[in-house]
């Protein structure tokens, strides 16, 4: 409990207190059915603040980009243009098309957002701010996460229109070829870290973060993952599956209203999910910096709250994200599969071997120099 | 030349010769093909180039005027003329075979003025729906709406084309070709589309992400400026090129304006020249900026986009001080140009040229290496020269396929005989190449407005020119260096203060025409890719 004294601003103080409350007065069972109701209602709320909160930041980001000033009409700055928008896309009428496969036109959009929500779920934003904590974690998120691509296939089948269905197949196609690169640059690290919870491996970055504690491989990595994770969230230069200027919108050209929103929503999100797997596992995720023997220096880092961490280090892997997407052609499909296939795979597949040899000779910061890291 | 009067007379010793404006040559049909093919396999001086095929409604006759030149020097022309008194089912033979560009040119002239042409392989009516009544630029034609009344029912497309083929012993075949296989997945890339650049529309025969057959239907926005034109006097006509190829709204008019101070023989003042030179040029300027930003765009790169249209920008608003129009300028009139430039105009000018520079750099540095890019461009939508020269593609994309067929080059017009500017070539003939091209193209513009900008003469910027124009009996031609390619003017006059016929050749359409060709067996996302590195604008096309 001396923890609580020096970081006043943690939510985990909260949600302890509100727990310590709750059990006072009543059974176990009615405890934990608020709880995790609470838990629901606040990471759905969460989910689509976020979304608008990126929505926004992006159309900001990218206006800075193109010599534009981006939304500036609604509210101060812009700030409510996001949420007007949202209402307007919740009262848009859903156009049912003719001739469309009905039931799977209208699951689809479910696939894509449930398994978005699933991964987000799973996400350390904060010490404490964690609905759970699998001990196959990482696992847990790159099955879960793939499950989007089901729904991508079922919009493009589904719409009874070409271009959907092109898009749909380039999805399928990318999807497939880049969720590899992915897992194998997670499990670099998680050969690194010797755990697939991520708790215990932001715990074992206190010092050093992974991206630093396997040098070499560990950056190498770490670009993959920037990589095939950019790639999997369908966006520039990687964003064929909906390419506007050739498929006009891809497998979604058909979806309008609210369900045209749970895409728009799942590819936000999904962009921020990337960024802050990429946070918790090689940035070193909610953990202050941290150096060895600073008292002082960690006692004020730690002064800040460990959310603030999270969603910093998370942000300037959005904005280096955005930066990408707004800079680069796209690619055609073969470049994208030659670039996966040729050059990620294999690379990746070297690495993995390179970090095992790293770890089992001893030849890792924190083997090197264990004082300082 | 007088060779070329030897080879004709050899060749077709009842050819009618005339030296006109043009040396101009007329011969029945049967003899068409066979001359037209010695023009072409001509060793000396192949005139290789078709540049227009005009049909016109002669009265007694239906005939087609054909306007070829020499693809190593535009300067040398001739004209062949032929025509059929039959006006029931007029037949003429076909030229597709030698020029490629003669293809949509003849369906065309079929849906427009009804005559058909043997040997062409595909005689469905471009522009046209295949169910229109009548003939729309035949004397005859009647306009009353309830003959071809506006249906709001959706008609289906019929992949199906009629022809007429010879037979070796000379007998005359109609029968219908397949445009697609039955089992092709065939999808409509447009008429509603982001990267058509406006109402075209392309059906798509694909095998997998890759084209297999491309087939064009035109038409959309075909507004019949050709027909409208022939009841307005001249003075009347002059609004509409600017809405023909609208990015080069100004190049255009100038070329109406020069076929027309041609005819009615009027000098136009040395200060009107240098400033419809210095305005055509910024007009180039202003139009390649925003077809390299259109091919980022295409290409997927939405910012460079935005950077294209920033550059653009600037001129506009120089274009807008000086005659209040930003895209359609209304800026030449027969005689000369309708506004002075504004006081600080030169100063605005010489302003925006280092700036430009700059941003050239910009470009450079931001688009013209970048890998993805390159991947995108290089060796895409190859275009050989052979192949440019009989789709008679001219601008940056002819250039870009080693054809020297820069107009203000062969034929010099305005001041352009007095500037020193190159003419950018390339051989690679890719879309890299086109590409490059434009962004040189502009170097080229700044160099030559540098050199006039200084040096307005004072005087007066238009000539005195009657308000009701009648030109004098006869054709004429004029060939101007529009931002995409050739683009010219033909009238024929009978001496009224309307012309009798009024044709403008568009380079659009031949850049068009040229898309089945280069896009066959490239990726679907290259076609639009192509389309982009073309750059060619619609309403150009439907006239």
Request: with cysteine; net charge negative; proline share 4%.
């Amino acid at each position: 409990m001396s923890l609580n004294y020096s970081q006043p601003l943690e939510i985990s103080n909260l949600t302890s207190w509100l727990d310590a409350a709750l059990r006072g007065c009543l059974a176990e069972f009615w405890v934990l059915l608020i709880e995790f109701v609470l838990v629901a209602v606040v990471l759905l709320a969460a989910y689509a603040v976020i979304a608008l909160i990126l929505i926004y930041a992006e159309r900001k980001i990218t206006a800075f980009f193109q010599a534009r000033f981006g939304p500036n009409r609604v509210g101060k700055w812009g700030l409510l243009q996001s949420v007007a928008d949202m209402i307007k896309i919740l009262l848009k009428e859903i156009i049912k098309i003719n001739r469309s496969d009905r039931f799977l036109f209208f699951v689809a959009p479910f696939f894509m957002i449930v398994a978005s929500m699933l991964t987000f779920g799973a996400v350390p934003f904060g010490k404490g701010l964690h609905a759970i904590d699998f001990n196959i974690g990482v696992l847990y998120v790159t099955a879960v996460s793939s499950l989007g691509i089901i729904g991508v296939l079922l919009a493009g089948w589904s719409s009874n229109n070409k271009y959907s269905m092109i898009g749909a197949m380039r999805s399928g196609a990318q999807f497939v070829s880049y969720e590899l690169s992915a897992g194998f640059a997670l499990m670099t690290i998680v050969v690194l870290a010797g755990t697939m919870q991520f708790s215990a491996m932001i715990e074992g970055q206190r010092y050093c973060w992974n991206i630093f504690n396997g040098h070499i491989s560990s950056i190498i990595a770490f670009v993959i993952y920037l990589i095939s994770g950019h790639a999997e969230t369908n966006r520039g230069p990687f964003d064929l599956p909906e390419a506007e200027s050739e498929l006009t919108a891809g497998y979604h050209t058909e979806y309008s209203g609210l369900q045209f929103g749970f895409f728009y929503l799942a590819e936000y999100l999904n962009m921020f999910i990337i960024a802050s797997i990429a946070t918790t596992v090689f940035l070193g995720g909610y953990m202050p910096i941290q150096v060895h023997g600073w008292e002082g220096f960690n006692q004020i880092m730690t002064y800040i709250p460990t959310y603030i961490w999270f969603f910093g280090k998370t942000a300037v892997l959005i904005f280096l994200s955005l930066w990408v997407r707004w800079s680069f052609p796209r690619l055609r499909i073969d470049q994208l599969l030659n670039l996966e296939w040729k050059y990620l795979l294999p690379i990746n597949l070297v690495n993995i071997l390179l970090m095992v040899i790293l770890v089992l000779t001893g030849l890792t910061l924190t083997d090197l120099f264990p004082g300082l890291f | 030349m007088e060779n070329i009067k030897k080879l004709i007379i050899n060749t077709v010793p009842d050819a009618v010769i005339e030296d006109k404006q043009k040396l101009t040559v007329t011969v029945v049909p049967d003899k068409l093909h066979l001359l037209a093919k010695t023009f072409r396999d001509n060793a000396a001086l192949p005139m290789d180039t078709l540049v227009y095929l005009i049909g016109v409604d002669r009265g007694e006759e239906l005939g087609v005027n054909y306007l070829l030149c020499s693809s190593t020097d535009l300067s040398k022309e001739v004209v062949l003329k032929t025509g059929t008194t039959d006006r029931e089912n007029p037949l003429l033979y076909s030229v597709t075979d030698l020029f490629e560009t003669a293809h949509y040119n003849e369906r065309e002239v079929f849906a427009l003025l009804g005559i058909r042409f043997i040997n062409n392989p595909d005689m469905r009516k471009f522009f046209l729906n295949g169910d229109w009544v009548g003939y729309p630029l035949r004397k005859d034609y009647d306009a009353n709406p309830e003959i071809n009344p506006v249906t709001l029912e959706s008609k289906d497309i019929v992949d199906i084309a009629p022809r007429i083929t010879e037979t070796a012993d000379g007998e005359l075949v109609e029968d219908t070709v397949k445009i697609f296989e039955d089992d092709d997945y065939i999808i409509n890339i447009g008429p509603q589309h982001p990267s058509t650049h406006g109402v075209m529309h392309f059906r798509t025969a694909l095998d997998g992400e890759i084209v297999k057959k491309i087939d064009v239907h035109s038409g959309y926005i075909h507004r019949g400026i050709e027909k409208l034109s022939e009841g307005l006097t001249y003075p009347q006509i002059l609004h509409f090129t600017d809405r023909l190829d609208y990015l080069s709204a100004n190049i255009n008019r100038h070329g109406l304006c020069m076929c027309v101070e041609k005819a009615a023989e009027i000098e136009v003042p040395e200060r009107a020249q240098y400033i419809r030179t210095i305005m055509d040029e910024l007009n180039r300027i202003d139009s390649h900026c925003l077809a390299w930003a259109c091919q980022t765009n295409d290409l997927g790169a939405t910012t460079a986009f935005i950077y294209g249209m920033r550059e653009r920008e600037v001129i506009l608003d120089i274009f807008e001080k000086t005659c209040g129009g930003r895209l359609i300028i209304n800026q030449n009139v027969v005689g000369g140009v309708m506004f002075d430039i504004y006081a600080d105009f030169q100063k605005d000018v010489k302003a925006f040229i280092p700036y430009m520079r700059t941003k050239l750099v910009e470009y450079d540095r931001f688009f013209s290496h970048n890998v993805i890019g390159l991947g995108r461009m290089v060796s895409i939508g190859n275009l050989s020269k052979e192949d440019a020269i009989s789709y008679a593609v001219t601008g940056p994309a002819g250039r870009g396929s080693g054809w020297s067929c820069d107009i203000r080059k062969h034929i010099p017009y305005a001041l352009y005989d007095k500037v020193e500017f190159k003419e950018i070539i390339r051989t690679e003939g890719d879309s890299y190449a086109r590409y490059l091209n434009r962004l040189d193209e502009i170097e080229e513009s700044l160099h030559i407005i540098e050199q006039l900008i200084d040096n307005i003469p004072a005087g007066d910027i238009c000539a005195k020119v009657k308000p009701i124009l009648r030109l004098p009996e006869g054709e004429y031609y004029s060939r101007v260096e529009a931002c995409r390619g050739e683009f010219g003017v033909f009238i024929e006059s009978r001496g009224d203060k309307t012309p009798y016929r009024l044709k403008f050749r568009s380079p659009s359409m031949a850049l068009v025409s040229a898309m089945p060709l280069i896009c066959k067996n490239e990726k679907i996302s290259d076609f639009i890719g192509i389309g982009g590195s073309m750059d060619y604008v619609i309403p150009d096309i439907d006239r």
